[in-house]
């Protein structure tokens, strides 16, 4: 090797040292990534900042600091606090401060941000790792395949969300019911392929469904407007997030039409009905078990799955239904996890984190600890598993 080839080597290796010492304090870089804010993500936020703080990552005032939304530079961890507030120029934004900071964990909130931060990341020779949790659509998205086709820096939580439990509860307030309306975003994948489900679903039970597409917000008042003078006694909304809810809600009491979303946590945003997925605390539990195993080297997100639950369960509201003039059915109600009356539960249910487990079992450290880690051990990505899934994913391809 010549003399010159030393020299640039070592020049290299000197740049690189510095630059490491330079970016790094000894404390992992967690980027906190939101979409916007919702009582989906406040209910896994929740979740991830109690884990954090049984396992000793953050104390009190770092965890008042993050409730307050701010960034932190702790005692052990680093957290670059981020929202978008459903702008994606905002998303980049914040993505890429993250980025300039060496971020090692991306933790993101719904389908829409966890999307923006893979496509951001996911050409990277060592790109952080990517930890999801609210997010219905990683697949449809094209961030992972499935729970084991994935990449190696991705792992999360997925709420499946079944469209076949939640259109009929629609016959459930109304037997009789003959057109529902449905309103979807085409920048919104999980929406569109929502409302394909709805259609098919309601067609099967004998529901006519009318779809209604929107870009903007104010595109709801023509969008609710063509509903009602199609003949819809309902709207049913896929997954889909938007900021145009209150104005929804208004026209839904305008027009006289009761709104079921698909999400049990939005009747006590003032939905009519809401039906899902019910367990976002838990999933943050989870996507929180899945970070701090992470920090602490006990585990390898590669080999590990994408944790998916489908539970499910509905919620009423009965001061939205009072205001739309609507009377709801003795079957809703005595199927209901909870209902709505005069801004409040008789389940001991509350608005800002609207589920009914929405804390931590006590417990030592090191029996969480074990517990957790045994939890995510099941998850492993087995060689049959592997297999098994890209049969599925073959054999989907070969019949399209």
């Not at 040292?17 to 406040?42: M, Y």
């Not at 960034?71 to 934004?93: C, K, Q, W």
């Not at 999360?156 to 439990?165: A, I, L, Q, S």
């Not at 929107?214 to 900021?243: C, K, M, S, W």
């Amino acid at each position: 090797m010549t003399k010159q080839a030393v020299l640039l080597l070592t020049l290299i290796s000197l740049l690189f040292s510095a630059t490491a010492i330079a970016q790094g304090d000894g404390k992992p870089t967690i980027a906190w990534l939101k979409w916007g804010d919702s009582s989906n993500v406040a209910l896994a936020e929740k979740a991830i900042k109690d884990m954090l703080q049984a396992y000793g990552f953050i104390n009190d005032e770092e965890r008042a600091l993050l409730d307050d939304e701010r960034s932190i530079e702790g005692e052990h961890i680093n957290v670059i606090y981020g929202d978008s507030l459903f702008d994606r120029m905002e998303a980049n934004a914040i993505i890429d401060e993250a980025l300039d900071k060496d971020a090692d964990v991306f933790v993101t909130f719904t389908t829409q941000m966890t999307q923006i931060a893979y496509y951001a990341i996911h050409e990277f020779i060592d790109p952080p790792k990517l930890i999801f949790t609210v997010t219905s659509g990683p697949y449809i998205t094209g961030v992972a395949e499935s729970s084991c086709i994935k990449p190696d820096f991705v792992i999360g939580t997925v709420p499946v969300t079944n469209y076949e439990d939640i259109v009929p509860l629609l016959l459930m307030q109304d037997p009789d019911m003959k057109v529902v309306g449905t309103i979807y975003s085409p920048q919104q994948r999980a929406s569109e392929v929502g409302v394909s489900r709805i259609t098919a679903i309601g067609e099967s039970l004998g529901l006519t469904v009318e779809a209604e597409s929107i870009t903007v917000t104010p595109d709801l008042y023509q969008a609710v407007d063509n509903l009602a003078n199609r003949g819809a006694e309902a709207i049913i909304i896929p997954i889909f997030t938007f900021q145009g809810f209150s104005l929804l809600l208004s026209l839904s009491y305008d027009y006289g039409l009761p709104v079921l979303f698909s999400a049990p946590q939005n009747a006590y945003r003032g939905g009519t009905i809401g039906g899902g997925f019910f367990g976002l605390y838990k999933q943050g539990v989870i996507a929180g078990a899945m970070l701090v195993s992470y920090l602490n080297g006990d585990l390898d997100i590669s080999q590990t799955s994408i944790y998916e639950s489908d539970d499910f369960a509905f919620a009423v509201n009965l001061d939205a239904a009072d205001l739309q003039d609507v009377e709801i059915s003795q079957a809703l109600l005595d199927g209901a996890a909870y209902v709505v009356e005069n801004g409040q539960t008789a389940q001991g249910v509350i608005a800002e984190f609207p589920e009914v487990e929405i804390s931590l079992p006590e417990m030592p450290l090191e029996e969480r600890r074990a517990a957790d880690l045994e939890f995510l051990a099941g998850l492993e990505c087995a060689d049959e598993m592997i297999a098994e899934q890209q049969a599925a994913l073959d054999a989907a391809a070969e019949s399209e």
